[in-house]
């Protein structure tokens, strides 16, 4: 079975900061997804960025970016120029494309929060 | 993008009592729909897979009786929670894929209380 691991449980930066999440996963498969999902305090869970396996470039939507390191399964989120707004819990998953099914996992979570 | 709707957004019910929670796609055909369970500073731990017009796969631990889902049409599926008690307190989350396509799209999440 697969499982995610987000080791910080907590972080805070200052507004503009520039801050990592770390994320690893293990995983036997080749083909899979990687994502990262924030949820804010209203609770709706909002997709950051996502990251096929089977590319080698790194994903980025605009200030966020991710440091995909297929050998390491690692899958690191960097968040630039960070604003108020970005204050929420973090969420790495893992989906296994070769079950079919699209079952998501989830890492344990790292809560953001950005200072003024 | 894509809409999900959840239905109610919170709910009370007394202990021994059942509760339905609706997830709704607003925009699009969900094949299948996921039910996960999030406690209180928690992850999101999934319950089951839902695709329309079959049976849901429940995940190992998952009561099937206690918790009925039902995806009857390719716009709604139902999570039951029957006979509640206060363990099942919590925070339900439902998401759906369209046919063909990996990305899930989730519901603003239900909020149950069992007194």
């Known amino acids: 079975a697969q499982t995610v691991t987000q080791s910080q449980p907590e972080m805070s930066v200052q507004e503009a900061e520039t801050v990592t999440l770390s994320c690893t996963y293990d995983?036997?498969?080749?083909?899979?997804?990687l994502f990262w999902y924030k949820q804010p305090p209203s609770r709706q869970m909002i997709l950051v960025i996502r990251?096929?396996?089977?590319?080698?470039q790194n994903a980025t939507e605009n200030r966020f970016s991710v440091n995909f390191q297929k050998a390491a399964k690692s899958f690191s989120l960097k968040i630039s120029d960070s604003q108020l707004g970005d204050t929420a819990m973090y969420f790495c998953?893992?989906?296994?494309?070769?079950?079919?099914?699209?079952?998501?996992?989830f890492g344990q979570g790292t809560r953001l929060t950005i200072n003024p | 993008g894509a809409v999900v709707s959840q239905h109610p957004s919170r709910v009370i019910c007394k202990s021994g009592t059942s509760v339905k929670i609706e997830c709704r796609s607003l925009?699009?055909?969900?094949?299948?729909m996921f039910w996960y369970r999030q406690f209180p500073k928690k992850s999101l731990m999934l319950m089951a897979t839902?695709?329309?017009?079959?049976?849901?796969?429940?995940e190992q631990g998952v009561e099937k009786d206690k918790f009925l889902i039902n995806h009857a049409s390719l716009t709604l599926s139902t999570l039951t929670v029957t006979s509640a008690h206060p363990e099942d307190s919590s925070f339900y989350i439902c998401?759906?894929?369209?046919?063909?396509?990996?990305?899930?799209?989730f519901g603003p999440g239900t909020r149950l209380t069992v007194t």
């Open positions: 998401s759906a894929s369209g046919q063909g396509e990996y990305e899930q799209y």
């Open positions: 995983t036997s498969e080749n083909n899979y997804y």
């Open positions: 990251q096929e396996a089977y590319k080698q």
């Open positions: 998953a893992f989906m296994n494309l070769i079950q079919g099914a699209q079952k998501l996992v």
């Open positions: 925009d699009f055909q969900a094949t299948t």
């Open positions: 839902s695709n329309e017009g079959s049976k849901a796969t429940y």
